[in-house]
């Protein structure tokens, strides 16, 4: 079916992955509200699916106002995606992340406490890393073993299992339904910030 904005689901295999024609949202988007800041997809169809970059978009499944906000995390942002699989589930090509620091604030490779992204949220008394994956072919179950603020480096982010770390156990970047964690949140005050200075 063709829609104004070309939304389609399944980019790049994955059924979730709900793309738009970033251009053609734009130029609409700048045509009709010059000073935006933002631009948000909303796609008619009730299967789950949503994405972030240059234009955010998101489908009018259950928890679609989770999805919107979950991606305007990438798009207003810059957040990178805390959950550690890309097609949601045990895949032995997604042990280890590859070598390069991510550019984004709330994931990283680093565990060293003195040049760790957020070092200034860890607690001298919090391990790193805090949490490690037993097995790196698949995603790590285990439950959180801190209190649920516990700042640290939680294994598996940014698409694998192993290699990658989180700031938070939980954080709407990795999961819809939970509050960003406290990375995030810094991230997203600064930002606004600037844009009301």
């Not at 009709?32 to 972030?52: D, H, I, K, M, R």
């Not at 982010?157 to 960003?180: E, I, S, T, V, W």
Request: with cysteine; hydrophobic share 35%; aromatic share 10%.
């Amino acid at each position: 079916m063709r829609t104004y904005f070309d939304a389609t689901f399944g980019t790049d295999g994955l059924l979730r992955l709900l793309t738009c024609n970033n251009t053609t949202a734009l130029t609409v988007v700048a045509d009709q509200v010059p000073e935006f800041s933002v631009c948000l997809v909303a796609v008619n169809s009730t299967t789950y699916g949503g994405s972030g970059g240059g234009v955010g978009t998101f489908s009018l499944a259950s928890g679609a106002v989770e999805i919107a906000i979950h991606e305007m995390g990438h798009v207003a942002f810059g957040l990178a995606d805390e959950y550690n699989y890309w097609a949601g589930g045990n895949e032995p090509d997604r042990a280890h992340h590859p070598p390069g620091e991510p550019s984004e604030s709330n994931v990283t490779l680093n565990t060293d406490r003195a040049t760790l992204k957020w070092c200034w949220a860890v607690s001298p008394l919090t391990p790193l890393p805090t949490t490690l994956n037993a097995n790196c072919k698949q995603e790590d179950s285990q439950p959180n073993p801190f209190p649920t603020a516990t700042i640290g480096c939680y294994e598996g982010a940014h698409y694998y299992h192993c290699g990658a770390y989180r700031p938070q156990y939980d954080c709407k970047m990795r999961a819809l339904n939970f509050p960003f964690c406290r990375i995030c949140e810094s991230v997203i005050e600064r930002k606004v910030l600037r844009l009301e200075g």
